[in-house]
């Protein structure tokens, strides 16, 4: 979805969501190439696709809104990125520093008692992640949620699992 | 060379500060009047509009600001201008602000706003207005830089009374009603996030030719919004082509003549047999600007089940909302109903259902049983709309007086009925009489309202008699909470929880108080003796009417139930006993 970057732009819509008793699984706001313009990706969990049709015209009436995409079911390019705080001591250091390579993670932070994951994919891959991490014990996680794109071809378009993205 | 010509006028033009902009606006848009209360933070508007030649109307309280402009613009068509200050001055306009939200009226509403370099800061009668109006407005801003205000103004009028009509807030900090900038209000308003489809799709509009000359049983439910869109003369050439019959949505009561064999009357928890039996059993149902609001509808799942449905809505977001719509049609219903017309489709056969709807319009009138010794809230409503030859303009509260008056006051007129529908606003329909006698200066103005929402915003008198406006303020007075005692009455075993207030003022004496004439009557004989002689004044008049305090507004659709599970149809019928 792209809207105008205007004061209150985002209370206006997080404000609709709430009117409307949709939950929001996850924002992500940032420019665009364009300035004055910035793009939201949500992703919300909804129960049938006349909810999803509905949001999206609630959404598209606001004035601030100049475009909004439900791209649910288009082939696309879906990012998130996760930092793990997980508790470490001298014997664990190498094991987590092995298995964190396929998932193709970096440590960005290491003291005496932990070590800082910072990971980026689909939320799959840093689901899968972090449940590989806790028998270590995680002590933090913050995850900045989904932003995506439409990937330039369409061809092979299937449903992507995550309910509804716009 | 044009553009150096622009560029150069754009240097003379002499700068002005953001107040003034503001009259240089409301001049330039051609508002008429404006409705406000005056305080802290507008001091400088106010101080521009004092030798402005603009006409403000000072209301008692901005709660009777804001429905005064809500009734101004039903009647004239144009947005209603309010001006109210930061703070409590902007809080007591929120209730406006959603009932118009929620009714599809076209407001412009200024509030004034601590200065800029204390927002946030818990300023002397600071509140965070946009924060709290932004789900109850069609858009709002707030102005940060001087130079922006002609265009926030420009885009406010054109944002509220293009697509789905709506209220427009501009909340201004002090400081920008002092500062100073270029004027210019001659730029086009560009709004890419804003761009309202206004004519219908063909194909669209082909797939409902089609279905209606296959129907057996349509029916059309018509809303407000072919009052928004002028369309009444539309509607009615549409349904006698096509030899369709109509219903209307409380608001939309005047869209079509009531008068009209068409017409089977209002839908809904308190519609007419007629009209709900028509949704129930319709195979085609043609909505038009109406929004399947739930008192419409009844449960969803009996709503027009047997029906396709096609709805003809300028808000998108309107269609396949609370019903699966087979057709929608986006597009402002003027121009669906023109392209329908034109279209000129095979007009279906419908004898045998419109034998049926003449069965249940005979057998299943509106009905009550007159009382003579008493004043009978139907009776009143019929008189006042004998005496009227229908032609006044009607607003009303909510409740049980709203409901008599949209079944007994027969609109053959469009734009002569002011009600708050979506938000049931007690309090609304005084204010909103002042606004609509303004608007149309020569119509007999009558504002039916109950004593309870009366007393909601009765300060307005004063506005009443300070402008001597020919206002009747017919007051349906049962010395309780009507509606809330009715449900009360069938739904919690008659325990009249705080909705009976017989301890009120005498409302001849508190009229009179404000110079007002006025009258009370309790029976029938002395009701129409006190109306005779307030529609002969052409003074504001108020009148007391004490009408029979148990009576019930019937027919009914009690919640959860389907439109066909009516109760009460017959004055006689056993359920009500």
């Known amino acids: ?166 | 060379m044009a553009k150096m010509k622009v560029e150069e006028q754009r240097k003379q033009r002499t700068k002005m500060s953001g107040a003034l902009m503001l009259i240089e606006a409301l001049k330039a848009e051609k508002v008429e009047v404006i409705f406000g209360y005056p305080g802290g933070a507008v001091l400088p508007i106010y101080d521009k509009l004092y030798d402005s030649g603009l006409f403000h109307v000072l209301t008692r309280h901005e709660q009777g600001a804001i429905h005064a402009a809500e009734g101004y613009a039903r009647i004239s068509g144009k947005p209603g201008v309010v001006i109210a200050t930061s703070g409590p001055g902007a809080t007591n306009i929120v209730t406006g602000l959603t009932d118009a939200m929620m009714d599809s009226i076209p407001l412009v509403v200024f509030t004034g706003q601590v200065a800029s370099n204390v927002i946030g800061s818990d300023a002397f009668q600071e509140a965070d207005v946009l924060g709290i109006t932004m789900p109850i407005t069609k858009h709002s801003y707030q102005v940060r830089d001087i130079q922006e205000l002609p265009k926030i103004i420009k885009e406010a009028f054109h944002i509220a009374t293009t697509g789905r009509p709506g209220p427009v807030l501009i909340d201004i900090p002090k400081d920008m009603t002092t500062a100073e900038g270029e004027f210019d209000y001659e730029q086009d308003v560009h709004l890419p996030g804003y761009q309202p489809t206004v004519h219908p799709n063909h194909l669209q509009i082909r797939k409902l030719v089609e279905a209606v000359s296959q129907a057996k049983k349509p029916v059309i439910l018509a809303g407000a919004g072919v009052l928004h869109a002028n369309a009444s003369h539309e509607l009615r050439q549409y349904a006698e082509q096509q030899n369709i019959p109509v219903i209307h949505t409380l608001l939309g009561l005047g869209g079509f003549p009531a008068n009209h064999p068409l017409f089977l009357g209002m839908a809904g928890m308190h519609g007419t047999y007629t009209a709900n039996m028509a949704l129930y059993e319709c195979d085609l149902l043609i909505n038009i600007g109406a929004r399947f609001d739930d008192r419409v509808t009844g449960n969803l799942k009996y709503f027009a089940p047997n029906a396709t449905v096609a709805h003809i809505d300028i808000d998108p977001a309107e269609i396949g909302k609370n019903v699966p719509t087979k057709i929608p049609i986006v597009s402002d219903a003027k121009e669906a109903l023109k392209e329908l017309i034109h279209q000129d489709g095979k007009r279906p056969d419908i004898t045998a259902w419109l034998a049926q709807l003449a069965e249940w319009k005979t057998n299943y009138p509106l009905a009550y049983q007159n009382d003579a010794q008493t004043v009978k809230p139907q009776k009143l409503i019929e008189m006042i709309y004998e005496l009227t030859n229908g032609e006044a303009v009607v607003t009303t509260d909510v409740g049980q007086h709203q409901m008599w008056t949209a079944q007994y006051y027969k609109f053959n007129r469009p734009h002569r009925w002011v009600t708050s529908g979506g938000l049931g606003t007690m309090g609304f329909g005084l204010p909103a009489a002042i606004g609509a006698q303004l608007a149309d200066k020569h119509a007999t103005v009558v504002s039916i309202v109950g004593d309870a929402g009366f007393q909601m915003t009765l300060q307005e008198l004063s506005v009443i008699q300070e402008l001597n406006l020919p206002i009747k303020v017919v007051i349906v007075n049962n010395q309780s909470l009507g509606m809330v005692r009715q449900w009360q009455e069938i739904f919690y075993d008659k325990r009249y929880s705080h909705s009976l207030v017989p301890n009120q003022p005498d409302f001849v004496k508190l009229a009179e108080a404000y110079n007002i004439k006025a009258f009370r009557a309790k029976t029938e004989e002395e009701a129409k003796e006190v109306l005779k002689q307030a529609f002969s004044l052409s003074e504001p008049v108020l009148l007391d009417f004490h009408v029979k305090a148990d009576e019930n507004v019937y027919p009914m659709v009690a919640p959860g139930k389907g439109l066909h599970e009516m109760v009460g149809v017959k004055p006689c019928d056993e359920s009500l006993q």
Not at chain 1, 7 to 12: E, I, Q, T
């Open chain 1, 1 to 166: 979805m792209t809207v105008n970057n205007r004061p209150g732009v985002l209370n206006r819509i997080t404000g609709l969501f709430t009117k409307r008793h949709y939950n929001i699984e996850s924002i992500t706001v940032g420019h665009t190439e364009i300035e004055g313009i910035s793009r939201m990706t949500f992703v919300v969990n909804v129960e049938d696709e006349r909810t999803a049709e509905q949001i999206t015209k609630q959404l598209n009436k606001q004035i601030d809104v100049l475009k909004v995409n439900d791209i649910t079911d288009q082939a696309i390019v879906a990012r998130e990125l996760a930092l793990i705080k997980v508790a470490v001591n001298s014997t664990v250091r190498q094991e987590i520093y092995t298995l964190i390579e396929p998932f193709r993670a970096s440590v960005v932070d290491v003291s005496r008692d932990s070590l800082v994951v910072q990971v980026t994919g689909e939320p799959e891959k840093i689901e899968a992640l972090i449940d590989l991490l806790k028998p270590y014990g995680i002590k933090e996680v913050a995850r900045t949620g989904t932003t995506a794109f439409t990937r330039g071809a369409q061809k092979n378009a299937v449903s992507y699992k995550t309910p509804f993205i716009i």
